[in-house]
């Protein structure tokens, strides 16, 4: 992993090999900020993105140093039964590179990705908890507006707070 010192990456973009996937899901793990069955939900959808979801417009990017490690990667696809909206699924930073701003490197792609494909606003959803202030406030600050909050989504407590980000401007 990165020892928090800046390197020299590069943005790698495309399909990304499957023996790279347990490594995207160890830097998820990794971060603390997600809970067991969502860091199975990604193995399962990693796989099934490689398997099929690609042909389907989904996109995974990963973000690698110079020497190939994984630091970041960001997940986004188009809504289902819409024209023009998308999701933003994943999006993590290996938590000793976090504050370099890679996030918001990795969401401006997945901004310009969507937008070139059609997209017209892009949607990201996170915990109304305490502990995902630091998310809240990161979409805050690359531009995105609370579009929804819906109460006890997750559990009692635990709100969805949905942004969105109009990529027409």
């Known amino acids: 992993m990165s020892s928090g010192k800046k390197t020299n990456l590069t943005l790698k973009l495309g399909k990304s090999k499957p023996e790279e996937f347990d490594a995207l899901v160890r830097l998820a793990t990794d971060t603390g900020m997600f809970k067991k069955l969502e860091v199975k939900v990604l193995g399962e959808l990693l796989r099934d993105w490689h398997t099929s979801l690609a042909k389907e417009g989904h996109i995974c990017c990963t973000l690698k140093e110079s020497d190939g490690t994984p630091v970041g990667f960001v997940y986004h696809a188009p809504a289902v039964m819409t024209k023009g909206t998308w999701h933003l699924y994943w999006l993590v930073v290996d938590k000793n590179a976090q504050g370099r701003g890679l996030g918001k490197r990795m969401v401006r792609y997945a901004e310009a990705d ?56």
Not at 123 to 133: C, D, I, N, P, V
């Open 114 to 169: 969507a937008r070139k494909r059609g997209g017209h606003h892009l949607l990201a959803e996170t915990s109304g908890t305490a502990r995902y202030a630091s998310t809240r406030t990161f979409y805050d600050k690359v531009g995105y507006s609370v579009e929804a909050r819906v109460r006890d989504f997750y559990a009692p407590g635990d709100d969805q707070v949905i942004y969105r980000k109009d990529l027409r401007r």
